[in-house]
């Protein structure tokens, strides 16, 4: 079953607009949630990740707000551009020494319209 | 750093044949993922090293599936015999100390 529920699976933003991206987890012992960028015919790459220790990072035009009580975060993409025109991967794993294998969502592809 | 290389780029074999995809992971990386991506099932991880030894294998789907690390810099996801439920991109991640995998660009299989 998949441990990080992504929603939605798929948006249309204008640019300049905002886009939203939602993950909720069950499992208490992660504390290591990336983000991760996907293009097509390229492999997932690291956008941002935060820590359950704060509750907003954020990474010129990317944010994440961190929910530690409700279990949740999202990613927010701040005045989208065509070219994030990809598809967006939450994740949560443990950290080291502890079993940190990424767990990820089902993904969600953003179209950001010119 | 050229980054995590995966080969090959593509692979078109038939059912039944043995398929060898191969890995190169980041010089210093400790740990080492190997993932599948479908539509369907999305990203799911098969099998995980740490300094060349298996950690976790509960992902690989059956006995036809095998990976090896025989060095900190070649790792080899092997399927015997193929069949075309196995048809994915298979990608290769590695890391340092978990954090921050590196996907190289995957292998695309289709077994027909």
């Known amino acids: 079953q998949q441990q990080v529920k992504q929603s939605p699976q798929s948006l249309i933003v204008q640019k300049g607009g905002i886009s939203i991206i939602n993950c909720a987890y069950e499992?208490?012992?992660?504390?290591?949630f990336p983000w991760y960028q996907q293009f097509p015919g390229k492999g997932p790459a690291l956008l941002i990740a935060i820590r359950p220790d704060v509750s907003e990072k954020k990474e010129g035009r990317f944010t994440i707000s961190f929910n530690k009580s409700a279990k949740q975060f999202s990613l927010h993409i701040m005045d989208s551009q065509p070219g994030d025109s990809a598809t967006y991967f939450c994740?949560?794993?443990?950290?080291?020494?502890?079993?940190?294998?990424?767990?990820f969502g089902a993904g969600t592809t953003v179209t950001v319209r010119a | 750093d050229a980054g995590v290389i995966q080969s090959p780029r593509h692979e078109v074999t038939e059912m039944g044949q043995e398929v060898t995809l191969r890995c190169k992971p980041i010089?210093?990386?400790?740990?080492l993922f190997w993932y599948r991506q479908t539509m369907m099932r999305g990203l799911e991880l098969l099998i995980y090293?740490?300094?060349?030894?298996?950690?976790?294998d509960s992902g690989m789907p059956e006995d036809r599936f095998s990976a090896k690390m025989p060095n900190a810099s070649f790792s080899t996801l092997k399927i015997q015999p193929s069949e075309p439920r196995d048809s994915a991109v298979y990608f290769c991640a590695s890391s340092f100390r978990g954090v921050g995998y590196t996907f190289g660009s995957g292998t695309r299989l289709t077994v027909v």
């Open positions: 994740a949560a794993s443990g950290v080291f020494p502890n079993d940190y294998k990424l767990s």
């Open positions: 499992n208490t012992a992660f504390d290591y």
């Open positions: 090293f740490n300094n060349n030894v298996p950690i976790d």
């Open positions: 010089s210093g990386h400790d740990y």
